[in-house]
Protein backbone atom coordinates (compact mmCIF):
# COMPACT_ATOMS: atom_id res chain seq x y z
CA UNK A 1 0.00 0.00 0.00
CA UNK A 2 1.51 3.64 -1.25
CA UNK A 3 1.92 5.86 2.04
CA UNK A 4 2.66 9.47 2.10
CA UNK A 5 5.41 10.91 4.45
CA UNK A 6 4.30 14.76 6.17
CA UNK A 7 6.34 16.68 8.12
CA UNK A 8 5.23 18.21 11.31
CA UNK A 9 6.92 19.62 14.69
CA UNK A 10 7.87 17.91 17.78
CA UNK A 11 7.84 19.75 21.19
CA UNK A 12 10.58 17.46 22.88
CA UNK A 13 13.12 17.32 20.35
CA UNK A 14 12.02 20.56 18.89
CA UNK A 15 13.40 19.22 15.55
CA UNK A 16 10.63 18.68 12.19
CA UNK A 17 9.46 15.41 12.40
CA UNK A 18 8.25 13.16 9.08
CA UNK A 19 5.09 11.25 10.23
CA UNK A 20 4.20 8.20 7.53
CA UNK A 21 0.57 8.62 6.61
CA UNK A 22 -1.49 6.21 4.72
CA UNK A 23 -2.17 6.03 1.17
CA UNK A 24 -5.94 7.61 1.95
CA UNK A 25 -4.48 10.83 3.54
CA UNK A 26 -5.88 13.99 1.89
CA UNK A 27 -3.54 16.47 0.74
CA UNK A 28 -6.81 18.14 -0.41
CA UNK A 29 -7.05 18.98 2.84
CA UNK A 30 -3.83 21.06 3.50
CA UNK A 31 -5.06 22.83 0.35
CA UNK A 32 -7.85 23.72 1.75
CA UNK A 33 -5.89 25.20 4.38
CA UNK A 34 -4.19 27.37 2.54
CA UNK A 35 -5.39 30.72 1.16
CA UNK A 36 -7.19 29.37 -1.77
CA UNK A 37 -10.34 30.02 0.16
CA UNK A 38 -10.04 33.57 0.38
CA UNK A 39 -9.38 33.94 -3.22
CA UNK A 40 -13.01 32.20 -3.85
CA UNK A 41 -14.64 34.64 -1.77
CA UNK A 42 -12.84 37.23 -3.43
CA UNK A 43 -16.42 38.78 -4.66
CA UNK A 44 -14.33 41.97 -6.47
CA UNK A 45 -12.16 39.24 -8.28
CA UNK A 46 -14.96 37.06 -9.49
CA UNK A 47 -17.51 39.18 -10.67
CA UNK A 48 -14.20 41.63 -12.84
CA UNK A 49 -12.65 38.17 -14.29
CA UNK A 50 -16.47 37.34 -15.19
CA UNK A 51 -16.91 40.00 -16.50
CA UNK A 52 -13.29 39.76 -18.55
CA UNK A 53 -14.22 36.97 -19.59
CA UNK A 54 -17.57 37.59 -21.41
CA UNK A 55 -16.30 41.42 -22.96
CA UNK A 56 -13.39 38.65 -24.10
CA UNK A 57 -15.87 35.88 -25.86
CA UNK A 58 -18.40 38.57 -27.14
CA UNK A 59 -15.10 39.98 -29.30
CA UNK A 60 -15.02 36.73 -30.17
CA UNK A 61 -17.89 34.53 -29.95
CA UNK A 62 -18.05 30.73 -29.92
CA UNK A 63 -14.29 30.66 -29.36
CA UNK A 64 -11.96 27.61 -28.04
CA UNK A 65 -10.71 29.11 -24.35
CA UNK A 66 -7.65 27.73 -22.71
CA UNK A 67 -7.99 28.43 -18.74
CA UNK A 68 -3.81 28.13 -17.25
CA UNK A 69 -4.44 27.50 -13.23
CA UNK A 70 -7.82 25.94 -13.00
CA UNK A 71 -8.34 25.22 -9.56
CA UNK A 72 -11.60 24.46 -9.25
CA UNK A 73 -12.66 25.25 -12.63
CA UNK A 74 -14.65 28.47 -11.50
CA UNK A 75 -13.34 30.61 -14.71
CA UNK A 76 -13.19 27.65 -16.61
CA UNK A 77 -17.02 27.53 -16.04
CA UNK A 78 -17.14 30.66 -16.35
CA UNK A 79 -15.95 30.95 -19.97
CA UNK A 80 -18.30 28.00 -20.94
CA UNK A 81 -21.41 29.91 -19.47
CA UNK A 82 -20.24 33.10 -21.80
CA UNK A 83 -20.51 30.89 -24.82
CA UNK A 84 -17.32 29.24 -25.50
CA UNK A 85 -17.50 26.25 -27.83
CA UNK A 86 -15.01 24.68 -25.66
CA UNK A 87 -12.74 24.88 -22.45
CA UNK A 88 -9.73 23.12 -21.83
CA UNK A 89 -8.69 23.88 -18.11
CA UNK A 90 -5.34 22.62 -16.98
CA UNK A 91 -4.77 22.02 -13.48
CA UNK A 92 -1.05 20.42 -12.05
CA UNK A 93 -1.80 19.76 -8.44
CA UNK A 94 -3.47 16.69 -8.24
CA UNK A 95 -5.65 17.30 -5.38
CA UNK A 96 -7.01 20.64 -6.81
CA UNK A 97 -7.78 18.32 -9.71
CA UNK A 98 -9.33 15.90 -8.23
CA UNK A 99 -11.42 18.89 -6.56
CA UNK A 100 -12.19 20.42 -10.36
CA UNK A 101 -13.45 17.31 -11.64
CA UNK A 102 -15.92 16.75 -8.78
CA UNK A 103 -17.11 21.06 -9.17
CA UNK A 104 -17.21 20.26 -13.20
CA UNK A 105 -19.62 17.03 -12.73
CA UNK A 106 -21.91 18.97 -10.11
CA UNK A 107 -22.30 22.03 -12.29
CA UNK A 108 -22.78 19.89 -15.45
CA UNK A 109 -19.86 21.39 -17.33
CA UNK A 110 -18.14 17.97 -18.02
CA UNK A 111 -19.33 18.33 -21.90
CA UNK A 112 -18.08 21.91 -22.52
CA UNK A 113 -15.11 21.97 -20.19
CA UNK A 114 -12.02 19.10 -20.07
CA UNK A 115 -10.03 18.88 -17.46
CA UNK A 116 -6.00 18.62 -18.02
CA UNK A 117 -4.28 16.92 -15.29
CA UNK A 118 -1.01 19.10 -16.70
CA UNK A 119 0.87 21.86 -16.65
CA UNK A 120 0.36 23.88 -19.51
CA UNK A 121 3.53 24.56 -20.53
CA UNK A 122 4.24 20.85 -21.63
CA UNK A 123 1.44 20.48 -23.72
CA UNK A 124 1.10 20.46 -27.50
CA UNK A 125 -1.92 20.64 -29.72
CA UNK A 126 -2.78 18.34 -32.44
CA UNK A 127 -4.89 15.45 -33.09
CA UNK A 128 -4.27 12.83 -30.24
CA UNK A 129 -3.28 15.11 -28.38
CA UNK A 130 -4.68 16.65 -24.88
CA UNK A 131 -5.37 20.05 -26.47
CA UNK A 132 -6.78 19.59 -30.18
CA UNK A 133 -7.38 22.90 -31.59
CA UNK A 134 -5.26 26.14 -30.95
CA UNK A 135 -7.38 28.17 -28.49
CA UNK A 136 -9.35 31.85 -29.13
CA UNK A 137 -9.18 33.12 -25.54
CA UNK A 138 -6.81 32.60 -22.64
CA UNK A 139 -7.64 32.79 -19.33
CA UNK A 140 -5.21 33.00 -16.31
CA UNK A 141 -5.49 33.47 -12.60
CA UNK A 142 -1.46 32.64 -12.07
CA UNK A 143 -0.53 35.94 -9.59
CA UNK A 144 1.52 36.05 -6.76
CA UNK A 145 1.51 39.13 -4.75
CA UNK A 146 4.60 40.02 -6.90
CA UNK A 147 3.04 39.36 -10.07
CA UNK A 148 5.60 37.14 -11.79
CA UNK A 149 6.23 34.53 -8.97
CA UNK A 150 4.23 31.69 -10.31
CA UNK A 151 5.42 31.49 -13.64
CA UNK A 152 2.83 33.65 -15.17
CA UNK A 153 5.61 35.21 -17.98
CA UNK A 154 6.83 31.77 -18.89
CA UNK A 155 3.31 30.31 -19.00
CA UNK A 156 1.73 33.02 -21.12
CA UNK A 157 4.43 33.04 -23.95
CA UNK A 158 4.49 29.57 -24.32
CA UNK A 159 0.76 28.99 -24.71
CA UNK A 160 0.34 32.15 -27.18
CA UNK A 161 3.18 30.72 -29.46
CA UNK A 162 1.90 26.57 -28.92
CA UNK A 163 -1.12 26.65 -27.55
CA UNK A 164 -3.04 29.54 -29.10
CA UNK A 165 -4.65 31.11 -32.49
CA UNK A 166 -2.77 34.36 -33.42
CA UNK A 167 -4.69 37.78 -32.15
CA UNK A 168 -6.03 35.31 -29.28
CA UNK A 169 -7.34 37.69 -26.35
CA UNK A 170 -6.13 37.51 -22.97
CA UNK A 171 -8.02 37.85 -19.65
CA UNK A 172 -6.21 39.57 -18.21
CA UNK A 173 -4.72 41.39 -21.16
CA UNK A 174 -2.60 43.60 -18.64
CA UNK A 175 -0.43 43.94 -15.79
CA UNK A 176 1.00 47.10 -13.93
CA UNK A 177 3.78 47.28 -11.10
CA UNK A 178 3.63 50.21 -9.33
CA UNK A 179 6.40 51.36 -6.79
CA UNK A 180 6.30 54.08 -4.37
CA UNK A 181 9.37 54.91 -1.53
CA UNK A 182 8.47 54.83 1.88
CA UNK A 183 9.48 54.81 5.80
CA UNK A 184 8.37 52.73 8.19
CA UNK A 185 10.51 52.04 11.89
CA UNK A 186 8.28 48.37 12.18
CA UNK A 187 9.35 47.71 8.41
CA UNK A 188 13.33 48.82 9.00
CA UNK A 189 12.95 46.48 12.19
CA UNK A 190 12.12 43.36 9.75
CA UNK A 191 15.39 44.17 8.18
CA UNK A 192 18.50 45.98 10.33
CA UNK A 193 21.62 43.50 11.03
CA UNK A 194 23.58 46.60 11.12
CA UNK A 195 22.63 48.01 14.39
CA UNK A 196 20.92 45.29 16.48
CA UNK A 197 20.74 46.62 20.22
CA UNK A 198 22.80 43.75 22.28
CA UNK A 199 25.95 43.87 19.69
CA UNK A 200 28.45 46.41 18.51
CA UNK A 201 29.32 44.04 15.22
CA UNK A 202 27.42 43.13 12.08
CA UNK A 203 27.52 40.06 10.58
CA UNK A 204 30.56 39.83 8.69
CA UNK A 205 29.01 38.93 5.33
CA UNK A 206 26.65 41.78 5.77
CA UNK A 207 28.26 44.64 3.10
CA UNK A 208 27.51 41.65 0.76
CA UNK A 209 23.97 41.21 1.44
CA UNK A 210 21.26 42.61 -1.05
CA UNK A 211 18.40 42.06 2.15
CA UNK A 212 16.22 39.27 2.43
CA UNK A 213 15.82 37.00 -0.36
CA UNK A 214 12.47 37.55 -1.46
CA UNK A 215 9.85 40.77 -0.58
CA UNK A 216 7.61 41.06 2.39
CA UNK A 217 4.19 40.11 1.66
CA UNK A 218 1.89 42.27 4.10
CA UNK A 219 -1.15 44.42 4.63
CA UNK A 220 0.72 47.10 4.34
CA UNK A 221 -1.89 49.69 6.21
CA UNK A 222 -2.29 47.46 9.15
CA UNK A 223 1.48 46.03 10.40
CA UNK A 224 2.79 49.85 9.67
CA UNK A 225 0.56 52.37 11.61
CA UNK A 226 3.63 54.64 11.26
CA UNK A 227 3.82 54.27 7.39
CA UNK A 228 4.96 57.54 5.70
CA UNK A 229 4.87 57.56 1.71
CA UNK A 230 7.85 59.68 0.57
CA UNK A 231 7.95 59.78 -3.12
CA UNK A 232 5.51 59.76 -5.90
CA UNK A 233 4.13 56.81 -7.31
CA UNK A 234 4.99 55.41 -10.52
CA UNK A 235 4.42 52.51 -13.20
CA UNK A 236 7.90 50.45 -13.11
CA UNK A 237 6.85 47.99 -15.12
CA UNK A 238 3.42 47.04 -17.53
CA UNK A 239 3.51 43.38 -18.94
CA UNK A 240 1.29 43.21 -22.09
CA UNK A 241 0.16 39.62 -21.96
CA UNK A 242 -1.35 39.38 -25.87
CA UNK A 243 2.12 39.69 -26.69
CA UNK A 244 4.07 36.57 -27.79
CA UNK A 245 7.11 38.13 -27.84
CA UNK A 246 7.05 39.34 -24.13
CA UNK A 247 10.13 39.07 -22.49
CA UNK A 248 10.64 36.41 -19.62
CA UNK A 249 13.95 39.13 -18.68
CA UNK A 250 13.73 42.77 -18.07
CA UNK A 251 15.42 45.89 -17.01
CA UNK A 252 14.76 49.92 -16.74
CA UNK A 253 15.44 52.67 -14.59
CA UNK A 254 12.74 54.43 -13.12
CA UNK A 255 12.94 58.15 -11.63
CA UNK A 256 10.64 58.84 -8.38
CA UNK A 257 10.14 62.36 -6.86
CA UNK A 258 11.07 62.54 -3.15
CA UNK A 259 8.06 64.68 -1.14
CA UNK A 260 9.96 66.85 0.45
CA UNK A 261 7.20 67.89 2.75
CA UNK A 262 6.50 64.26 4.28
CA UNK A 263 10.48 63.73 4.71
CA UNK A 264 10.67 66.55 6.65
CA UNK A 265 7.51 65.57 8.48
CA UNK A 266 8.80 62.37 9.26
CA UNK A 267 12.28 63.61 10.61
CA UNK A 268 13.97 61.38 8.55
CA UNK A 269 17.11 61.34 6.01
CA UNK A 270 17.15 58.03 4.13
CA UNK A 271 14.87 54.69 4.11
CA UNK A 272 15.39 51.55 3.01
CA UNK A 273 11.99 49.89 1.88
CA UNK A 274 10.40 50.23 -1.36
CA UNK A 275 6.39 49.75 -1.45
CA UNK A 276 5.38 47.59 -4.40
CA UNK A 277 1.71 46.48 -5.86
CA UNK A 278 -0.15 45.91 -8.86
CA UNK A 279 -3.49 45.69 -10.91
CA UNK A 280 -4.31 43.65 -13.85
CA UNK A 281 -6.49 45.11 -16.78
CA UNK A 282 -9.61 42.08 -17.83
CA UNK A 283 -10.78 44.44 -20.59
CA UNK A 284 -12.89 47.13 -19.45
CA UNK A 285 -12.49 46.39 -15.70
CA UNK A 286 -9.61 46.91 -13.14
CA UNK A 287 -8.38 44.73 -10.27
CA UNK A 288 -5.47 46.34 -8.13
CA UNK A 289 -4.01 45.48 -4.87
CA UNK A 290 -3.28 48.80 -3.34
CA UNK A 291 -3.96 48.59 0.42
CA UNK A 292 -6.93 50.87 0.28
CA UNK A 293 -8.49 48.90 -2.02
CA UNK A 294 -11.06 45.83 -1.29
CA UNK A 295 -9.29 43.53 1.36
CA UNK A 296 -7.98 40.40 0.10
CA UNK A 297 -5.31 37.80 1.52
CA UNK A 298 -4.03 36.08 -1.48
CA UNK A 299 -2.59 39.35 -3.13
CA UNK A 300 -1.08 41.71 -0.74
CA UNK A 301 1.37 44.49 -0.72
CA UNK A 302 5.07 43.81 -0.92
CA UNK A 303 8.33 45.68 0.29
CA UNK A 304 11.49 45.04 -1.19
CA UNK A 305 14.10 46.37 1.14
CA UNK A 306 17.14 47.92 -0.63
CA UNK A 307 21.01 46.92 0.20
CA UNK A 308 22.30 50.76 -0.21
CA UNK A 309 19.72 53.40 1.69
CA UNK A 310 17.66 55.87 -0.29
CA UNK A 311 19.12 59.35 0.54
CA UNK A 312 16.23 61.72 0.46
CA UNK A 313 17.58 65.07 0.58
CA UNK A 314 17.70 64.65 -3.51
CA UNK A 315 14.47 65.68 -5.92
CA UNK A 316 14.49 62.91 -6.90
CA UNK A 317 15.95 59.45 -6.96
CA UNK A 318 16.82 56.93 -9.93
CA UNK A 319 15.55 53.31 -8.55
CA UNK A 320 17.08 50.22 -10.94
CA UNK A 321 14.54 47.83 -11.66
CA UNK A 322 15.19 44.13 -12.94
CA UNK A 323 13.62 40.97 -12.94
CA UNK A 324 13.29 37.26 -14.62
CA UNK A 325 10.62 35.08 -15.33
CA UNK A 326 9.78 34.81 -11.06
CA UNK A 327 11.10 37.89 -8.98
CA UNK A 328 12.19 40.94 -8.95
CA UNK A 329 14.73 43.16 -7.39
CA UNK A 330 14.89 46.99 -6.63
CA UNK A 331 17.96 49.29 -5.80
CA UNK A 332 18.61 53.05 -6.05
CA UNK A 333 20.97 53.75 -8.69
CA UNK A 334 23.72 56.47 -8.28
CA UNK A 335 25.93 55.60 -11.28
CA UNK A 336 24.56 53.92 -14.55
CA UNK A 337 27.22 51.32 -13.79
CA UNK A 338 25.72 50.34 -10.30
CA UNK A 339 25.27 46.65 -10.09
CA UNK A 340 24.37 44.55 -7.21
CA UNK A 341 25.72 40.50 -6.65
CA UNK A 342 21.22 40.16 -5.30
CA UNK A 343 22.66 37.52 -2.60
CA UNK A 344 21.49 36.77 0.38
CA UNK A 345 23.78 36.78 3.47
CA UNK A 346 23.70 34.86 6.36
CA UNK A 347 21.95 36.68 9.34
CA UNK A 348 19.16 36.88 6.34
CA UNK A 349 18.79 33.24 5.41
CA UNK A 350 19.23 32.30 9.21
CA UNK A 351 16.93 35.10 11.03
CA UNK A 352 13.39 35.60 9.54
CA UNK A 353 11.91 39.00 9.15
CA UNK A 354 9.80 38.04 12.47
CA UNK A 355 12.69 36.92 13.93
CA UNK A 356 14.39 40.18 12.86
CA UNK A 357 11.92 42.26 14.65
CA UNK A 358 12.66 40.36 17.51
CA UNK A 359 16.31 40.83 17.61
CA UNK A 360 15.74 44.19 17.19
CA UNK A 361 13.63 44.97 20.19
CA UNK A 362 15.15 46.67 22.04
CA UNK A 363 12.39 47.16 24.88
CA UNK A 364 12.47 42.69 25.06
CA UNK A 365 16.04 42.76 25.49
CA UNK A 366 15.99 45.72 28.25
CA UNK A 367 13.61 42.96 29.87
CA UNK A 368 16.00 40.46 29.60
CA UNK A 369 19.16 42.35 30.77
CA UNK A 370 16.92 43.78 33.90
CA UNK A 371 15.78 39.91 34.78
CA UNK A 372 19.67 38.34 34.46
CA UNK A 373 20.57 41.33 36.29
CA UNK A 374 17.85 39.86 39.60
CA UNK A 375 19.36 36.32 39.24
CA UNK A 376 23.17 36.99 38.62
CA UNK A 377 24.10 37.15 42.88
CA UNK A 378 25.73 33.73 42.99
CA UNK A 379 25.75 32.82 39.46
CA UNK A 380 29.49 31.71 38.28
CA UNK A 381 28.17 29.11 35.24
CA UNK A 382 25.13 29.90 32.91
CA UNK A 383 24.02 28.15 30.33
CA UNK A 384 21.37 29.31 26.96
CA UNK A 385 19.33 27.01 25.15
CA UNK A 386 18.47 28.49 22.04
CA UNK A 387 18.34 28.72 17.85
CA UNK A 388 20.62 31.36 16.53
CA UNK A 389 19.93 33.46 19.70
CA UNK A 390 21.40 36.43 21.03
CA UNK A 391 20.98 35.50 24.90
CA UNK A 392 24.58 34.20 25.42
CA UNK A 393 25.55 37.61 24.55
CA UNK A 394 23.04 39.14 26.41
CA UNK A 395 23.76 36.76 30.09
CA UNK A 396 26.98 37.92 29.50
CA UNK A 397 26.56 41.56 29.39
CA UNK A 398 24.32 41.50 31.84
CA UNK A 399 26.34 39.45 34.07
CA UNK A 400 29.91 40.54 34.31
CA UNK A 401 31.70 37.23 36.44
CA UNK A 402 29.86 34.58 35.17
CA UNK A 403 31.13 32.33 31.99
CA UNK A 404 28.23 31.63 29.20
CA UNK A 405 27.45 28.67 27.31
CA UNK A 406 25.14 28.47 24.54
CA UNK A 407 23.81 25.34 23.41
CA UNK A 408 23.46 26.12 19.33
CA UNK A 409 23.78 22.35 17.41
CA UNK A 410 23.52 23.44 14.11
CA UNK A 411 26.80 24.71 12.65
CA UNK A 412 25.32 27.74 10.60
CA UNK A 413 23.81 29.32 13.44
CA UNK A 414 26.39 28.84 15.54
CA UNK A 415 28.87 30.34 13.31
CA UNK A 416 26.42 33.33 12.95
CA UNK A 417 26.70 33.91 16.93
CA UNK A 418 30.01 33.56 16.85
CA UNK A 419 30.53 36.02 14.57
CA UNK A 420 28.24 39.11 16.33
CA UNK A 421 29.67 38.19 19.49
CA UNK A 422 30.83 41.73 21.08
CA UNK A 423 35.16 41.95 22.00
CA UNK A 424 34.58 42.78 25.32
CA UNK A 425 32.61 39.98 26.67
CA UNK A 426 34.03 37.06 23.79
CA UNK A 427 36.21 35.27 26.29
CA UNK A 428 33.75 34.39 28.21
CA UNK A 429 31.41 33.00 25.90
CA UNK A 430 31.37 29.84 24.32
CA UNK A 431 29.01 27.67 21.60
CA UNK A 432 28.73 24.38 21.63
CA UNK A 433 27.85 22.07 18.62
CA UNK A 434 25.40 20.12 21.23
CA UNK A 435 21.82 20.50 22.51
CA UNK A 436 20.38 19.68 25.89
CA UNK A 437 20.61 16.07 24.85
CA UNK A 438 24.12 15.18 23.60
CA UNK A 439 25.86 18.30 25.20
CA UNK A 440 28.61 16.09 27.59
CA UNK A 441 30.62 16.72 31.03
CA UNK A 442 33.70 17.49 28.69
CA UNK A 443 31.83 20.37 27.26
CA UNK A 444 30.61 21.98 30.17
CA UNK A 445 32.95 20.61 33.55
CA UNK A 446 30.82 22.75 35.96
CA UNK A 447 27.66 22.58 37.64
CA UNK A 448 25.18 25.07 36.16
CA UNK A 449 23.82 27.83 38.02
CA UNK A 450 21.33 29.13 35.67
CA UNK A 451 19.71 27.76 32.80
CA UNK A 452 18.50 30.71 30.00
CA UNK A 453 16.28 30.72 26.94
CA UNK A 454 14.02 33.20 25.38
CA UNK A 455 12.56 30.49 24.32
CA UNK A 456 12.69 30.84 20.51
CA UNK A 457 13.10 27.91 18.16
CA UNK A 458 12.58 28.29 14.10
CA UNK A 459 10.93 24.90 14.47
CA UNK A 460 7.74 26.09 16.12
CA UNK A 461 5.06 26.24 14.10
CA UNK A 462 2.81 27.47 16.58
CA UNK A 463 3.48 29.17 20.29
CA UNK A 464 3.18 26.37 22.20
CA UNK A 465 5.97 25.06 20.21
CA UNK A 466 8.17 26.90 22.14
CA UNK A 467 7.87 25.06 25.31
CA UNK A 468 10.70 22.50 23.49
CA UNK A 469 12.72 25.16 25.81
CA UNK A 470 11.40 22.95 29.03
CA UNK A 471 12.07 19.81 27.91
CA UNK A 472 15.93 20.64 26.96
CA UNK A 473 15.91 22.01 30.21
CA UNK A 474 14.72 19.21 31.82
CA UNK A 475 17.73 17.04 30.02
CA UNK A 476 20.24 19.23 31.72
CA UNK A 477 19.71 17.88 35.11
CA UNK A 478 22.65 16.22 35.40
CA UNK A 479 24.71 19.69 35.31
CA UNK A 480 22.28 21.24 37.61
CA UNK A 481 22.33 21.44 41.75
CA UNK A 482 19.76 22.24 43.70
CA UNK A 483 19.95 25.92 43.71
CA UNK A 484 20.08 25.60 39.81
CA UNK A 485 17.95 28.28 38.30
CA UNK A 486 15.79 28.64 35.33
CA UNK A 487 14.84 31.87 33.34
CA UNK A 488 12.39 32.00 32.16
CA UNK A 489 10.60 30.41 35.56
CA UNK A 490 6.85 29.94 34.19
CA UNK A 491 4.87 30.24 31.44
CA UNK A 492 1.35 30.72 30.47
CA UNK A 493 -0.84 29.97 27.47
CA UNK A 494 -3.22 32.83 27.36
CA UNK A 495 -6.30 32.39 25.03
CA UNK A 496 -9.14 35.27 23.75
CA UNK A 497 -12.21 34.84 21.25
CA UNK A 498 -12.46 37.25 18.90
CA UNK A 499 -13.87 38.40 16.07
CA UNK A 500 -12.16 39.03 12.39
CA UNK A 501 -13.47 41.00 9.84
CA UNK A 502 -11.98 39.72 7.08
CA UNK A 503 -9.37 37.08 8.25
CA UNK A 504 -11.80 34.14 8.73
CA UNK A 505 -12.97 34.01 4.83
CA UNK A 506 -9.86 31.84 4.50
CA UNK A 507 -11.44 29.23 6.42
CA UNK A 508 -15.67 30.00 5.97
CA UNK A 509 -16.91 27.20 3.27
CA UNK A 510 -17.40 28.56 -0.29
CA UNK A 511 -20.84 26.76 -1.33
CA UNK A 512 -21.83 29.42 -3.97
CA UNK A 513 -20.02 31.61 -6.36
CA UNK A 514 -21.53 32.99 -8.81
CA UNK A 515 -23.97 31.26 -8.92
CA UNK A 516 -21.96 27.62 -9.03
CA UNK A 517 -22.05 25.24 -6.62
CA UNK A 518 -18.56 24.52 -4.99
CA UNK A 519 -19.75 22.54 -2.20
CA UNK A 520 -17.06 19.68 -3.14
CA UNK A 521 -14.21 22.01 -2.47
CA UNK A 522 -15.86 22.25 1.17
CA UNK A 523 -16.03 19.10 1.27
CA UNK A 524 -12.31 18.45 1.21
CA UNK A 525 -11.80 20.83 3.91
CA UNK A 526 -11.23 18.92 7.40
CA UNK A 527 -11.73 20.30 11.43
CA UNK A 528 -10.21 23.34 11.81
CA UNK A 529 -6.61 23.18 12.98
CA UNK A 530 -4.70 25.85 14.72
CA UNK A 531 -2.36 28.03 12.59
CA UNK A 532 -0.21 30.82 12.90
CA UNK A 533 -0.62 34.53 12.12
CA UNK A 534 0.93 37.88 13.09
CA UNK A 535 -3.00 39.01 14.05
CA UNK A 536 -2.08 42.51 14.29
CA UNK A 537 -2.17 42.31 10.71
CA UNK A 538 -5.64 42.02 10.58
CA UNK A 539 -8.60 43.74 11.95
CA UNK A 540 -9.90 42.37 14.81
CA UNK A 541 -12.66 42.78 17.44
CA UNK A 542 -11.33 41.00 21.42
CA UNK A 543 -14.93 39.61 22.19
CA UNK A 544 -13.64 38.04 25.40
CA UNK A 545 -10.11 39.37 27.82
CA UNK A 546 -7.23 37.27 27.68
CA UNK A 547 -7.27 34.54 29.80
CA UNK A 548 -4.61 32.46 31.26
CA UNK A 549 -5.77 28.64 30.59
CA UNK A 550 -2.49 26.97 31.18
CA UNK A 551 0.13 27.47 33.27
CA UNK A 552 3.67 25.48 33.00
CA UNK A 553 6.18 25.84 35.87
CA UNK A 554 9.22 25.83 33.81
CA UNK A 555 11.42 25.43 36.92
CA UNK A 556 9.66 22.82 38.40
CA UNK A 557 11.47 20.77 35.46
CA UNK A 558 14.51 20.37 36.97
CA UNK A 559 13.10 19.54 40.63
CA UNK A 560 10.70 17.01 39.66
CA UNK A 561 10.78 15.60 35.98
CA UNK A 562 12.68 12.33 35.48
CA UNK A 563 13.27 12.56 31.63
CA UNK A 564 9.39 12.97 30.34
CA UNK A 565 6.94 11.65 32.38
CA UNK A 566 3.30 11.25 30.06
CA UNK A 567 1.22 13.38 32.05
CA UNK A 568 -1.70 15.74 31.31
CA UNK A 569 -3.78 18.57 32.71
CA UNK A 570 -7.39 19.65 31.67
CA UNK A 571 -8.31 23.15 32.63
CA UNK A 572 -12.00 24.96 32.43
CA UNK A 573 -11.89 28.88 31.79
CA UNK A 574 -15.12 30.85 31.58
CA UNK A 575 -15.31 33.44 29.06
CA UNK A 576 -15.84 36.98 30.76
CA UNK A 577 -17.89 38.32 28.06
CA UNK A 578 -20.53 37.26 25.17
CA UNK A 579 -20.87 37.97 21.64
CA UNK A 580 -20.20 36.61 18.15
CA UNK A 581 -16.74 34.88 17.26
CA UNK A 582 -14.95 33.61 14.53
CA UNK A 583 -11.75 32.45 15.91
CA UNK A 584 -9.58 31.87 18.76
CA UNK A 585 -6.39 33.27 19.32
CA UNK A 586 -3.71 32.29 22.06
CA UNK A 587 -0.35 32.60 22.73
CA UNK A 588 2.56 32.50 25.54
CA UNK A 589 3.79 34.43 27.69
CA UNK A 590 7.23 34.08 29.53
CA UNK A 591 7.85 34.97 33.24
CA UNK A 592 11.57 35.53 33.14
CA UNK A 593 11.21 36.63 37.05
CA UNK A 594 8.78 37.17 39.30
CA UNK A 595 8.64 40.87 38.49
CA UNK A 596 9.43 40.90 34.77
CA UNK A 597 7.03 38.73 32.46
CA UNK A 598 7.18 39.19 28.48
CA UNK A 599 4.00 38.84 26.18
CA UNK A 600 3.16 38.13 22.91
CA UNK A 601 -0.05 39.81 22.89
CA UNK A 602 -0.65 40.94 19.61
CA UNK A 603 -1.48 44.38 20.67
CA UNK A 604 1.85 44.52 23.00
CA UNK A 605 4.01 42.74 20.31
CA UNK A 606 4.44 43.55 17.28
CA UNK A 607 6.74 40.67 16.12
CA UNK A 608 4.83 37.94 18.18
CA UNK A 609 3.03 35.05 16.27
CA UNK A 610 0.06 34.20 17.57
CA UNK A 611 -1.76 30.49 17.23
CA UNK A 612 -5.45 30.88 15.71
CA UNK A 613 -8.12 28.77 15.57
CA UNK A 614 -10.58 29.45 13.35
CA UNK A 615 -14.46 28.60 14.52
CA UNK A 616 -17.58 27.90 12.57
CA UNK A 617 -19.25 30.41 11.54
CA UNK A 618 -22.42 31.00 13.36
CA UNK A 619 -20.31 30.59 17.02
CA UNK A 620 -21.26 32.58 20.09
CA UNK A 621 -19.40 32.69 23.67
CA UNK A 622 -22.04 33.91 26.66
CA UNK A 623 -20.01 34.90 29.55
CA UNK A 624 -19.93 32.26 32.41
CA UNK A 625 -21.10 29.73 30.20
CA UNK A 626 -18.88 29.25 27.22
CA UNK A 627 -15.16 28.11 28.50
CA UNK A 628 -12.18 27.44 27.37
CA UNK A 629 -10.68 23.44 27.39
CA UNK A 630 -7.14 23.46 27.65
CA UNK A 631 -5.09 20.49 27.83
CA UNK A 632 -1.33 19.68 28.08
CA UNK A 633 0.17 16.08 27.39
CA UNK A 634 3.85 16.25 28.20
CA UNK A 635 4.85 12.80 26.73
CA UNK A 636 4.53 14.26 23.59
CA UNK A 637 4.24 18.38 24.27
CA UNK A 638 1.13 18.31 22.67
CA UNK A 639 -1.48 21.36 23.27
CA UNK A 640 -4.95 20.84 22.46
CA UNK A 641 -7.25 24.32 22.68
CA UNK A 642 -10.74 24.30 22.44
CA UNK A 643 -13.78 26.51 22.96
CA UNK A 644 -16.84 24.22 24.65
Known sequence: MAQNLVQVCNPVTGKYEWVVKGSDYGFDMELVSSDYGDMLH??????????????????????????????????????????ARKVYACE??????????????????????????????????????????????????????????ENVLGSITHALRELANPGALVVPNKARLYIQLCYSAVLLRQFN????????????????????????????????????????????????????????????????????????AAAIKETSTLLVWFDIQLGSQVLSTYPEENWRHHWQQCVFFFPVPAQLNENTLDIKCVHDDHAFNFWVQVDEDDDFDMGCSSAHAIWNRRRLAQLNDRTLWQQYTAALAEVRDGVETCVSIGDASPLPIVAAQSMPVATVYGLEP???????IEEVIPDEVE????????????????????????????????????????????????????FCVDATRILPNRAWLVVMAVRFAHLHTLRLPVQNVCDFDLQDYDGSAGDFTWEAHNVREFEYTAVTKPIQVLEFPLEDSLKDLEGVVPISEDLLASADASGEVNALVAWMDYGLTDSITVTSHPEQCEHGFQGVLMLPPTTVVEAGTSRFQANFAQANGQVTLALV
Open 42 to 83: DHERNIKYEQGIKEALQAKPGSVVLDIGTGTGLLAMMAARAG
Open 92 to 149: SFDSMANICEKVLARNNMTDKVKLIREHSTSLEVGEGQLIEERADVIVMEIFDSEIIG
Open 193 to 264: VFKLPWTNKPPEDEEECSGPASPLSCHIDKLCPDLTLVSDTVCAVEFDFTDPGLELDGEKVVQLTVNAEAVE
Open 410 to 416: DAYPRHL
Open 427 to 478: DRIFLLPASATTVTDTMIDTKVDLIIGEPSFSSSLVPWHNLHFWYAASAMKP
